[in-house]
């Protein structure tokens, strides 16, 4: 049987010591800060046919007449105050704007029939690639406006 020693200085034993804990204290910190798994997301929205769409709104109790209407919008690449507010609203429904910068996507307006006696509610959906990735809840009237997120049970 053969033994292996090796004598080592109190200053090498030392710094030894100190540059493990410095890598141990690094990688815990990576670690800590990059999680193995990415923060969960709203599991995705298709809506690439107006019939998606419509069964959409109807799944969270809302009723539409099916008219549609759509146009194309730019999602600005730097977002100002109203973008800042509108994308909170969105992440507050598990959206977010923010990963569509500067990409063109379509906003489909339906009219809300059963919002109580109110004719001016209209739900925006905004689909980039056939994907949900905003909607909001809004009352056009100057009188009684506002706008909420489309799950808002408010």
Do not use: W
């Not at 030894?16 to 410095?22: A, D, E, M, R, S």
């Not at 910190?29 to 019939?51: D, L, M, R, W, Y």
């Not at 959206?95 to 029939?113: C, N, Q």
């Amino acid at each position: 049987m053969r033994m292996l020693t090796f004598k080592l200085k109190p200053k090498t034993a030392f710094g030894i010591i100190l540059l493990l804990t410095g890598v141990v204290v690094i990688a815990v910190s990576f670690i800590g800060n990059h999680p193995a798994t990415p923060a969960s997301k709203q599991t995705t929205v298709s809506c690439k046919t107006a019939e998606e769409r419509v069964n959409y709104i109807n799944s969270l109790g809302f009723e539409t007449d099916s008219s549609e209407e759509s146009k194309e919008i730019i999602i600005p690449t730097r977002f100002n105050d109203v973008y800042n507010k509108y994308n909170e609203i969105q992440k507050k429904q598990g959206l977010d704007l923010a990963e569509y910068k500067g990409k063109t996507a379509v906003m489909y307006t339906y009219h809300i029939t059963n919002y109580g006696d109110n004719d001016n509610v209209i739900a925006n959906l905004i689909v980039f690639d056939g994907q949900l990735i905003g909607a909001d809840l809004c009352d056009t009237s100057a009188d009684n406006g506002f706008l909420v997120a489309l799950n808002d049970k408010t």
